[in-house]
């Protein structure tokens, strides 16, 4: 409607000077519909959220069944709510024994911005190691350990005492010393361009850490729940992490997000003060209701072969004049063109094709794709074939 695409433009805080500007009537699976119209295959997941596709059924039917009980009710922590409790006792009997303790959020950049707060108190330290090209989220915590002056530049001072080391550098993990309290990373950069870290080295910063005491965080918010092959990346990096952050895909398209360690650095967020870390809606009862149809879901299914399948396709078809690579793990991928103006290009005319892509953040010439986990070959292999006569069309 005319009125409200004028609303969006006058009304709606923009974040560019450019937004996608899809007026979106409905979305089902793969598709997202909008209110021309016209239907677009979401190779992207809405940026890594939808892995059911949109509006999965079994979803939809949590989330409804929960708001005929309730709503909010009180804040994070104090009443026992069914859909907080079933879904926090799924979510770790998928975990190894030391991650038994979740603290639910309502975003990704909520939940690193808590570990952050939780490896701090537990090893009273106050420095931070990060890694250049990150990404973490957009709240100052959060700010303060993205690998990316241009975004953090504006908003200085942050916070003090954090370091940045080279992403996949052996050397640069002696920063990491006795007054470290924590070390975060992506073990997949995402938004860097889709940088997958090398096991060797992941078990190296594991190692260093343990020698000094310093506590792992994996923002495992975009690679969560499949995305990469694995119900976590972790798992295929054989290297556990003191704290996992999650969000994203984790809701079912629901805002959630959690942090998730042991039981013993929990206990510092219930003393000296009590109550020091407590949040209104965090673990909403409709979310984590969605939640856990969502990952009750993808744990029946074999996703695991779905995700590798989304890769292998990718590398055996995308390929030619004008194409680096594709990389990354599983559905989380990246294409890699020549440069960023072919990629504007293709981006703009798959576009126009139907086919939703995006960049990722620190990078413009790199194409994500991240499509639902759901995706049948078939439309995966029409997909790839806009993206291919996109390339050809401007090489
Ligand atoms: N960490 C990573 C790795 C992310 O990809 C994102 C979002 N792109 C965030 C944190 C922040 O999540 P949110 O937008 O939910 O705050």
Redesign the pocket.
């Known amino acids: 409607m005319k009125q409200d695409k004028d609303s969006f433009y006058r009304h709606i805080a923009q974040t560019s000077d450019e937004p996608m500007g899809l007026e979106v009537d409905r979305a089902s699976g793969c598709y997202l519909f909008t209110t021309d119209g016209k239907k677009y295959v979401d190779l992207i997941s809405g ?2 959220v939808s892995s059911l596709g949109h509006r999965h059924p079994n979803v939809i039917r949590a989330i409804k069944e929960q708001l005929d009980q309730h709503l909010h009710v009180m804040v994070y922590g104090e009443y026992i709510q069914k859909p907080q409790s079933r879904f926090a006792d799924l979510l770790t009997r998928q975990l190894p024994d030391s991650l038994d303790r979740v603290y639910f959020v309502n ?6 911005e808590g570990a952050l707060k939780l490896a701090k108190k537990y090893t009273g330290r106050t420095k931070l190691v990060a890694f250049e090209n ?6 100052h915590g ?1 700010l303060s350990v993205t690998g990316r002056n241009v975004y953090r530049d504006p908003y200085e001072p942050l916070l003090p005492d954090v370091h940045f080391a080279a992403f996949n550098s052996k050397e640069s993990l002696s920063i990491i010393d006795d007054s470290t309290a924590a070390v975060i990373l ?1 073990p997949i ?3 860097g361009g889709v940088i997958p870290s090398q096991k060797a080295w992941l078990k190296e910063v594991r190692k260093r850490c343990d020698e000094h005491g310093a506590l792992l965080i994996f ?5 969560g729940f499949f995305r990469t092959g694995t119900l976590f990346a972790f798992e295929y990096y054989d290297v556990v992490p003191d704290i996992l ?1 999650l ?2 895909a984790m809701g079912g398209g629901m ?1 959630l ?1 959690a942090f998730v360690s042991s039981s013993e650095i929990f206990e510092v967020f219930k003393k000296d003060p009590p109550l020091n870390h407590v949040t209104t809606f965090g673990g909403h009862p409709v979310c984590c209701a969605a939640a856990h149809a969502n990952l009750e879901t993808l744990l029946s299914g074999d996703f695991s072969s779905k995700a590798y399948s989304i890769a292998e396709m990718a590398c055996h078809m995308l390929w030619g004049d004008g194409i680096v690579e594709v990389r990354g793990r599983g559905a989380m991928l990246g294409l890699q063109l020549r440069d960023a103006v072919l990629t504007q290009k293709v981006v703009e005319e798959c576009f126009k094709n139907g086919l939703i892509l995006g960049w990722t ?1 620190h990078s413009d010439s790199l194409i994500r794709i991240a499509p639902p986990l759901i995706i049948e070959p078939d439309l995966l292999e029409e997909a790839f074939d806009i993206i291919l006569s996109a390339v050809r069309k401007f090489v």
């Open positions: 940026i890594a975003s990704g950049t909520e939940s690193v990150s990404y973490h989220g957009d709240t959060s992506e950069q995402g938004e923002d495992e918010i975009q690679t952050c969000a994203k805002p997000g953040l």
